[in-house]
């Protein structure tokens, strides 16, 4: 069992940065890989990045050199730092668990925080 919270979340302006933590409960938190997701009003939750238990990255176009998905295996932690936001960025984000490899489908993940809002004016 795992259990993730977010936190970091904000309202910023266009053009700069958060940082937000997803720190997780657990042992072996060092053998999931734990993404970041993040879902408008109105929209479907979609995929951001993700950092697999080998290590490995991956992110979403829209957010490519913009953010970047980091983790500390000894705090049991997740980061996700943002720069360049944009007023699109605009959501709640989430962050997710799967004792796997990265997948971009929230469907595969298992564990979930509750959320952070991330607003971006312009």
């Known amino acids: 069992q795992v259990q993730l919270v977010e936190s970091g979340g904000g309202l910023v302006q266009a053009g700069g940065s958060l940082r937000l933590s997803c720190a997780a409960s657990?042992?072996?938190?060092?053998?999931?890989?734990v993404g970041w997701f993040r879902q408008a009003p109105g929209k479907e939750r979609e995929f951001v990045a993700a950092?697999?238990?080998?290590?490995?990255?991956t992110y979403t176009g829209s957010v490519k050199g913009r953010f970047t998905i980091s983790r500390d295996n000894a705090k049991n932690t997740v980061f996700l730092q943002m720069n360049s936001l944009k007023p699109e960025d605009t959501a709640v984000y989430f962050c997710?668990?799967?004792?796997?490899?990265?997948?971009?489908?929230?469907?595969?993940?298992?564990?979930w925080g509750q959320g952070t809002q991330v607003t971006v004016s312009s």
């Open positions: 997710a668990a799967r004792y796997s490899g990265s997948s971009y489908l929230p469907e595969n993940y298992d564990y």
């Open positions: 657990g042992r072996t938190f060092s053998m999931y890989t």
């Open positions: 950092r697999s238990n080998s290590g490995s990255s």
